[in-house]
């Protein structure tokens, strides 16, 4: 997506809609659609040109909050249908919302395909690790053990890690923010309109009714030094409340954590968001797991590669070049044509 | 096996005309190429043939038929085809199972079927011919490639004993021609390995049967050229192979004469020969043109749909835009996304995608955006005979979809008809913001015929009719954009495309307020949309023709289909109009909703004889919607009716309305 930098010709009240907002008090829905309508003036983008696709969930009705073209469509399909409507309007800045269980359950082949094909979509998944809408199911990022009605004596499920799947599939941009931080999340939201291509961007995001303070132990404010790991393309991965922690790479191949003070600071990691090779975010995104590891935020990844639908126009382009615009009597006369005139019963074989 | 006479060929059951085969009566040289031996050749003609080739699905049975078949539209005959094959793509060689089979018919006349019985059969092994000799006509001829005649084969197909000498042929006239032999030897020039020089065998069968019926050879050697231009041996060989076929027939004197179907007098203008499947797509394209609607594609790999991505795939230069999905539900969803951003959204499948993409219907329903869906039914339940024809899945596209959810269902009724339903889909589609159905089925999709080439201005032009500015006035004297206040006349509701300043909107799946399309919970205003999105389907049968009968008689039965059963119920009625009876026909192009004058035409006759490649879906429609006692005559065997099943079924009505 193109960001155009202009000053705001826009205010966040234009961005929102007459409808009544339907999450319960205090959902961390609230913030991240604050922070959406408080960016997208600073983009300098037209509300004509956007549109929001929703699959289903408590995430999926970010839409109609939206004062923007939108879909609310249905449970998982918001990846596919936004690839038919990015990849035939590529004009547009179309946004994908979508929750743990939307995208990565039901949904998720969709996911992958947008993601592998590098369509020009931005997708942003509101992890909170339980179903909400259905009122509290395990979802499939909950936690192994997780008590839950239809778990009563704990799911038995291992769960996705979201960051690994979208860097498995060779997503061209990943970044995961969390909904404590407006300013965090509008810079990641920010960082993923600009990239051009499928922009996965996981939010830590609290349901307070069915599985509160799941993130409390990474994004309380007294945790956030020690437990998040924020992520800076070019230098060293550091932590802490005095940076005084730090990312190695192990001899066996996998990254560590350590005192920075123990190794040297000429020993850390250097984030590097372009790399080609998704190796090493995909060992940044293993980082995470269980409430007492810290873990990663930011920019895992961002690197260039033609979105599907310039490549998909390109081709239309070329195929116009080669062969002239489509001309429907010639289309129909493309195969082998005889002409029959009424008089003679003889037929003369001919090309069209 | 001795010379034998090559007797006349029988007339198929569809036409009652007297058979002119003059045979021994000399007739002019043909045209043949001057690189090939033109000894005086004795014609005899022939009104029309059935012919069927069949082999294992190895030996190129489909390439030798569907040459066969231009070679005759480019003569001028008229025609019909009609492609049996296996779902394997390679059985084990010498099986029942893996015979493929591909039956043409040609006429000097206007005909409707491919033939109920073969008048000439082609079997390249003994499992092709144990496959089909039971369809054979009596009296027909079968010519047989002998070298393939060995007791294994025979083995493999079942034979306990020898077909060619135990007598169970008796009723046929049996030609043994050595083609793997004689193949061999005429490519030896060409010097390739001999597994490899037997492939070319069936180009020697289709220049025996091309000598046959003076069919023009020109053609089919440009094809073998062009077709095989990367592998000049494979050219040079399939054209020895089937110049040794032609000059077999002309020279071994195994045939009494050649024989000669001549050109149908088809009405004037231009023509090509095209399938279903091809009809279908290219009429895709023409709905993009005369909407001015880009046209975009989603669609997952299926039998027998896959031609139509195929097809679409190769017109970019028209703007197509084709996405092969991840699977049958983002090839709906993202056909949908596109129609939201103002494409003519198509999605293509058959009966097991349908059941993958009825979710996706389902939200287009409510969205009310146009979508096309494609669906070439084949054999079910599930993955059901993937390769064969069945016209099963009416009621689904009627019903199957949770809540009420109605959509316009239209089907074609031949392989040229494909074209004008599509356009008809898109038109109803776009003006009605509306999914729509249309269904075709295999024998449509891969079957072909001669199509007379329409000029391309007089095809109906599709006025989107886009929304372009607010529609209603708010209380506080603002204007504003409902997504979902209706146009008076058709109910359709305004379409409004991401990109347009002051109409941004939200739509979803969950119910909206009449008008204002916003998120409504409230009981008589769902009770109204339901009510609303139902009328609007129901209104459609304003808005399409009437039905026609034909019935220049008077007659007291009818006989009504849809769909590809078109051709063989006006051969059934032809015939019985030959014996001096008296029987109407008419056909639904429009099944949702019906025509609206059906009623009154179901009232005026004592029996209606509905015949279906189903269990009766269509006699179940209108039994419930009209309340009358429509007779049903189904089979579901993955081939269509034969002409002679429906002229039976309809003579037992016509007595019992003459007790």
């Keep these: 997506m193109t960001n155009v930098m202009s000053a705001p010709t826009t205010s966040r009240k234009d961005w929102a809609t007459d409808q009544e907002v339907r999450w319960c008090p205090g959902c961390g829905d609230y913030s991240i659609l604050a922070a959406m309508q408080f960016l997208l003036p600073e983009l300098g983008?037209?509300?004509?040109?956007?549109?929001?696709?929703?699959?289903?969930?408590?995430?999926?009705?970010?839409?109609?909050?939206?004062?923007?073209?939108?879909?609310?469509?249905?449970?998982?399909?918001?990846?596919?249908?936004?690839?038919?409507?990015?990849?035939?309007?590529?004009?547009?800045?179309?946004?994908?919302?979508?929750?743990?269980?939307?995208?990565?359950?039901?949904?998720?082949?969709?996911?992958?395909?947008?993601?592998?094909?590098?369509?020009?979509?931005?997708?942003?998944?509101?992890?909170?690790?339980?179903?909400?809408?259905?009122?509290?199911?395990?979802?499939?990022?909950?936690?192994?053990?997780?008590?839950?009605?239809?778990?009563?004596?704990?799911?038995?499920?291992?769960?996705?890690?979201?960051?690994?799947?979208?860097?498995?599939?060779?997503?061209?941009?990943?970044?995961?923010?969390?909904?404590?931080?407006?300013?965090?999340?509008?810079?990641?939201?920010?960082?993923?309109?600009?990239?051009?291509?499928?922009?996965?961007?996981?939010?830590?995001?609290?349901?307070?009714?069915?599985?509160?303070?799941?993130?409390?132990?990474?994004?309380?404010?007294?945790?956030?030094?020690?437990?998040?790991?924020?992520?800076?393309?070019?230098?060293?991965?550091?932590?802490?409340?005095d940076n005084q922690r730090g990312v190695v790479m192990g001899r066996d191949g996998t990254l560590e954590l350590v005192d920075v003070a123990s190794v040297g600071e000429s020993a850390l990691l250097i984030h590097d968001e372009t790399r080609p090779d998704p190796g090493l975010a995909f060992l940044l995104s293993r980082l995470s797991g269980g409430v007492d590891r810290p873990t990663p935020i930011g920019v895992f990844r961002d690197v260039e590669v033609p979105d599907y639908g310039t490549l998909m126009a390109s081709q239309l382009e070329e195929v116009r070049r080669r062969k002239g615009e489509g001309d429907l009597a010639a289309l129909l006369r493309s195969g082998i044509t005889w002409e029959v005139d009424g008089r003679s019963p003889t037929a003369a074989p001919g090309e069209g | 096996m001795g010379r034998r006479d090559f007797r006349p060929f029988l007339a198929p059951a569809e036409d009652f005309r007297s058979v002119n085969s003059n045979v021994g009566d000399p007739s002019e040289e043909q045209n043949v190429s001057s690189t090939l031996e033109r000894p005086p050749r004795r014609t005899a003609r022939l009104d029309q043939v059935v012919v069927r080739f069949a082999g294992d699905s190895g030996d190129g049975m489909q390439v030798t038929g569907d040459r066969f078949t231009t070679g005759s539209a480019l003569f001028g005959n008229d025609l019909a085809t009609l492609p049996n094959f296996p779902a394997e793509i390679r059985a084990p060689a010498g099986t029942l199972a893996g015979v493929s089979a591909f039956q043409v018919h040609i006429a000097d006349h206007d005909i409707t079927t491919p033939g109920d019985n073969p008048t000439v059969l082609v079997a390249m092994n003994p499992a092709a011919l144990r496959a089909n000799v039971g369809d054979l006509a009596s009296g027909g001829t079968v010519i047989l490639n002998s070298d393939a005649f060995d007791e294994r084969a025979l083995d493999k197909a079942g034979y306990a004993s020898d077909p060619r000498s135990d007598g169970s042929m008796a009723a046929f006239a049996v030609y043994e021609v050595k083609m793997t032999s004689l193949t061999l030897e005429a490519v030896k020039p060409v010097g390739a390995k001999p597994r490899d020089a037997e492939r070319s065998k069936n180009f020697f069968a289709l220049g025996l049967i091309s000598w046959l019926f003076s069919r023009p050879i020109e053609p089919t050697l440009a094809w073998i050229a062009e077709r095989y231009a990367a592998r000049p041996g494979v050219v040079e060989a399939n054209t020895l192979a089937f110049k040794a076929g032609w000059n077999f027939g002309e020279t071994a004197e195994l045939f009494e004469s050649a024989y000669e179907v001549p050109a149908s007098k088809l009405d004037p203008g231009t023509y090509t020969n095209v399938t279903g499947n091809t009809a279908l797509a290219w009429g895709l394209i023409a709905a993009s043109v005369r909407s001015g609607l880009p046209l975009f594609l989603g669609s997952y790999p299926i039998t027998p749909a896959s031609d139509l991505l195929h097809e679409l795939a190769k017109h970019k230069q028209f703007g197509v835009r084709t996405f092969q999905a991840e699977d049958e539900i983002a090839g709906a969803g993202a056909a949908l996304g596109a129609a939201f951003g103002g494409s003519l959204a198509v999605?293509?499948?058959?009966?097991?995608?349908?059941?993958?993409?009825?979710?996706?219907?389902?939200?287009?329903?409510?969205?009310?955006?146009?979508?096309?869906?494609?669906?070439?039914?084949?054999?079910?339940?599930?993955?059901?005979?993937?390769?064969?024809?069945?016209?099963?899945?009416?009621?689904?596209?009627?019903?199957?979809?949770?809540?009420?959810?109605?959509?316009?269902?239209?089907?074609?009724?031949?392989?040229?008809?494909?074209?004008?339903?599509?356009?008809?889909?898109?038109?109803?589609?776009?003006?009605?913001?509306?999914?729509?159905?249309?269904?075709?089925?295999?024998?449509?999709?891969?079957?072909?015929?001669?199509?007379?080439?329409?000029?391309?201005?007089?095809?109906?032009?599709?006025?989107?009719?886009?929304?372009?500015?607010?529609?209603?006035?708010?209380?506080?004297?603002e204007e504003e954009f409902w997504p979902y206040l209706r146009d008076e006349t058709t109910l359709a509701r305004p379409w409004a495309v991401p990109g347009t300043a002051g109409l941004e909107h939200r739509i979803g799946g969950l119910e909206k307020s009449d008008g204002a399309g916003d998120v409504s919970y409230d009981p008589a205003n769902h009770e109204r949309m339901v009510r609303l999105r139902a009328a609007k389907i129901a209104g459609i049968a304003e808005a399409i023709p009437s039905l026609e009968v034909d019935d220049p008689d008077g007659a007291g039965l009818l006989m009504l289909g849809w769909g590809s059963t078109y051709g063989t119920i006006v051969a059934a009625a032809r015939s019985l109009r030959a014996q001096g009876l008296r029987v109407a026909r008419a056909h639904l192009m429009h099944l949702n909703p019906f025509p609206a004058n059906l009623g009154e035409v179901l009232g005026r006759y004592a029996k209606v004889l509905i015949p279906e490649v189903n269990l009766g879906q269509l006699s179940r429609l209108v039994r419930a919607e009209y309340l009358i006692d429509a007779v049903s005559l189904t089979k579901v065997q993955g081939t269509p009716f034969k002409v002679s099943e429906i002229e039976e079924a309809a003579m037992l009505l016509l007595k019992e309305i003459e007790q």
């Design chain 1, 45 to 241: 983008v037209q509300r004509e040109n956007t549109v929001f696709v929703s699959g289903i969930g408590c995430a999926a009705r970010f839409p109609y909050y939206m004062n923007t073209y939108g879909m609310h469509s249905i449970h998982g399909r918001a990846p596919a249908i936004a690839t038919g409507l990015a990849i035939s309007r590529p004009d547009l800045d179309v946004w994908v919302v979508s929750g743990d269980g939307d995208a990565l359950s039901i949904g998720g082949n969709h996911l992958l395909h947008a993601l592998r094909r590098n369509v020009n979509i931005t997708i942003l998944m509101f992890n909170n690790q339980i179903y909400g809408l259905t009122k509290g199911q395990f979802s499939p990022t909950s936690e192994v053990g997780k008590i839950t009605k239809s778990s009563p004596f704990g799911s038995l499920d291992r769960p996705f890690n979201p960051l690994s799947v979208a860097i498995g599939a060779e997503a061209t941009f990943v970044a995961r923010t969390h909904d404590m931080d407006r300013k965090h999340m509008m810079e990641t939201f920010r960082r993923a309109h600009d990239h051009q291509g499928a922009a996965f961007v996981e939010i830590f995001q609290n349901c307070n009714v069915f599985n509160d303070g799941a993130f409390e132990h990474l994004t309380g404010r007294d945790q956030r030094a020690e437990m998040l790991i924020p992520l800076r393309h070019g230098e060293p991965i550091r932590f802490g409340a």
């Design chain 2, 347 to 477: 999605t293509t499948t058959s009966g097991p995608g349908v059941d993958l993409k009825s979710e996706t219907i389902g939200l287009a329903v409510s969205l009310e955006l146009p979508l096309i869906v494609v669906d070439v039914q084949r054999g079910g339940p599930s993955t059901g005979l993937p390769t064969k024809t069945e016209q099963a899945d009416l009621l689904h596209a009627m019903y199957g979809r949770h809540g009420e959810a109605p959509v316009p269902i239209i089907a074609a009724k031949t392989p040229a008809h494909c074209f004008e339903a599509a356009i008809e889909a898109a038109r109803l589609a776009v003006t009605y913001r509306t999914p729509v159905f249309l269904l075709t089925d295999g024998y449509l999709a891969n079957g072909s015929e001669p199509w007379r080439l329409p000029d391309v201005e007089s095809l109906p032009v599709i006025q989107p009719d886009l929304a372009v500015a607010p529609n209603h006035v708010g209380p506080d004297g």
